[in-house]
């Protein structure tokens, strides 16, 4: 079966970095584009960026140059680079899938991971 885990989450401070990373399994990986979302308590899920199957990046305006999406076929991995970290960007960041095309609806996603917790501290 389809599994996506997400790992790298963690405490930082204001203006930190961090590198939150996707492991795929069970799909062809190559053929899916991945997304990251967002969400805090009481929220809805939040469109962070994408990547499309063919390496075409999309982003939020609220991350746009703050944060990278990047894939690593070989690997079978997708990642999130998050710089210049704010407390607004405190949530649970959740990894996603879809054949191809990205899209910034969380309904037209297969596959979700579990999640990890970014924590920014002021």
């Known amino acids: 079966q389809v599994q996506l885990v997400e790992s790298g989450g963690g405490l930082v401070q204001g203006g930190g970095s961090l590198r939150l990373s996707c492991a795929a399994s069970?799909?062809?990986?190559?053929?899916?584009?991945m997304a990251w979302f967002r969400q805090t308590p009481g929220r809805d899920r939040e469109f962070v960026a994408a990547i499309n199957w063919s390496g075409r990046p999309n982003y939020s305006d609220s991350v746009k140059g703050r944060f990278t999406i990047s894939r690593d076929n070989a690997k079978n991995a997708a990642y999130l680079q998050v710089s210049g970290l704010k407390p607004d960007d405190t949530a649970v960041y959740y990894c996603?899938?879809?054949?191809?095309?990205?899209?910034?609806?969380?309904?037209?996603?297969?596959?979700w991971g579990q999640g990890t917790q970014v924590t920014v501290s002021s």
């Open positions: 069970g799909l062809t990986f190559s053929a899916y584009a």
């Open positions: 996603a899938a879809r054949l191809r095309i990205a899209t910034y609806q969380p309904h037209d996603y297969s596959y």
